[in-house]
């Protein structure tokens, strides 16, 4: 049973920062990539913030220079760091981890729960 769960989301003012969470559990052989994705209201789901098995990152346009993701490889956790926080970054942040559960399975993806951040004065 893989299970991801998101912490960290809340309301905050435009200039703040959060710092989003994404911890990893279960049954993991290896894991292939680890991002961050955002649903507003009536818009499509983006991709946000993406890190790679080599360390690599990328990030959408919007969110460069203002956003950070890392990771833990011993706690199999994800994280997003959000600074000078625009009304505009208002949405559900979802975790995305593409895994493979045993060295015989394919990897699938996996999200998290959401978590809302809200960014207004």
């Known amino acids: 049973q893989v299970q991801l769960v998101e912490s960290g989301g809340g309301l905050v003012q435009p200039g703040g920062s959060l710092r989003l969470s994404c911890a990893v559990s279960?049954?993991?052989?290896?894991?292939?990539?680890m991002g961050w994705y955002r649903q507003a209201p009536g818009k499509e789901r983006e991709l946000v913030a993406g890190?790679?098995?080599?360390?690599?990152?990328n990030y959408a346009d919007s969110v460069k220079g203002r956003f950070t993701i890392s990771r833990d490889n011993a706690k199999n956790t994800v994280y997003l760091q959000m600074n000078s926080l625009k009304p505009e970054d208002t949405a559900v942040y979802y975790c995305?981890?593409?895994?493979?559960?045993?060295?015989?399975?394919?990897?699938?993806?996996?999200w998290g729960q959401g978590t809302q951040v809200t960014v207004s004065s």
């Open positions: 279960g049954s993991i052989f290896s894991i292939n990539a």
């Open positions: 995305n981890v593409r895994l493979q559960v045993t060295a015989i399975t394919r990897p699938q993806n996996y």
């Open positions: 890190i790679f098995s080599g360390g690599s990152t």
